[in-house]
């Protein structure tokens, strides 16, 4: 069974305790605690161990790193990171904050580059990522579906995404982007387009919602994005 599950972000923004009460009675398998904001990792690490015990019901737990930072804060934010990598959990970068890749290169493994929306102004395709990987051979890959069938509708950028960085694939995010890049529910169209790269996802890659849904659609949307991601390998061994 594949592991899913929701950001703490998308759920409830930067109120995690809110993200893992609501996300406790659900179906996740897996979550993502999220820092999107560099306001909120200090004090986000200092509740590590507070939060931690609320975590150990998920089989995969990740952490996502500020999608902004300012250079003057890059090495602090590394060395707050840390303690994350210590933890064994993977940490969802942008390319774009990466000013100094040695820096970054002593979180190891544990270091996870996600594919940009089109707000940012590198990290969309697979040539854009190359430069990084090439600086952080140890780094992983996160493919943000959404992310890729924004800049690319028809999917080829994401094909090309998962047949270059196959072996580094970490985790998957997945829902609606919209045109002001904001994270929606999955609709139709979005569904249709990532059953094209389903047969690409191994089973046992770890699947994050960032779809922003109420708490009594939580498990609905858990439900369709499993759909969405077993109907194409279904119908391949039909």
């Known amino acids: 069974m594949r592991l899913i599950g929701f950001s703490t ?3 409830a923004l930067s109120d995690v305790d809110l993200a ?3 996300l406790s009675t659900s179906k996740s398998t897996a979550i993502e605690v999220s820092a999107l904001r560099e306001s909120e990792l200090d004090p986000l690490i200092r509740r590590l161990d507070t939060i931690r015990p609320q975590l150990e019901k998920y089989k995969h737990v990740s952490f996502h790193a500020p999608s902004a930072i300012r250079r ?3 090495r602090h934010v590394v060395l707050v990171l840390r303690s ?3 933890l064994g959990w993977s940490i969802i970068v942008h390319p774009d904050v990466i000013f100094t890749p040695e820096l970054w290169r002593t979180l190891g493994d544990s270091l996870c580059i996600e594919n940009m929306d089109k707000r940012k102004p590198i990290g969309q395709t697979a040539d854009d990522l190359k430069p990084y990987f090439d600086s952080l051979p140890e780094a992983g890959f996160c493919l943000d579906l959404g992310h890729a069938r924004q800049v690319d509708a028809t999917m080829s950028e994401a094909v090309q995404l ?3 960085y196959q072996s580094k694939l970490r985790q998957v995010h997945i829902s609606e982007v919209n045109s002001s890049s904001h994270h929606d529910p999955l609709t ?13 996802i191994p089973e046992n890659t770890p699947v994050i919602l960032e779809s922003r849904v109420p708490e009594n659609l ?7 994005a499993l759909a969405t991601l077993a109907l194409p390998r279904a119908l391949a061994t039909a």
Not at 188 to 200: D, K, P, Q, S, T
Not at 218 to 224: K, L, T, W
């Open 9 to 11: 972000g998308a759920i």
């Open 20 to 22: 893992l009460r609501i």
């Open 72 to 74: 003057d804060q890059e």
């Open 84 to 86: 994350i990598a210590e």
């Open 162 to 164: 998962l047949r270059m």
């Open 188 to 200: 139709r169209e979005a569904i249709m387009a990532f059953h094209r790269v389903a047969h690409l």
């Open 218 to 224: 939580v498990d609905a949307e858990i439900a369709s």
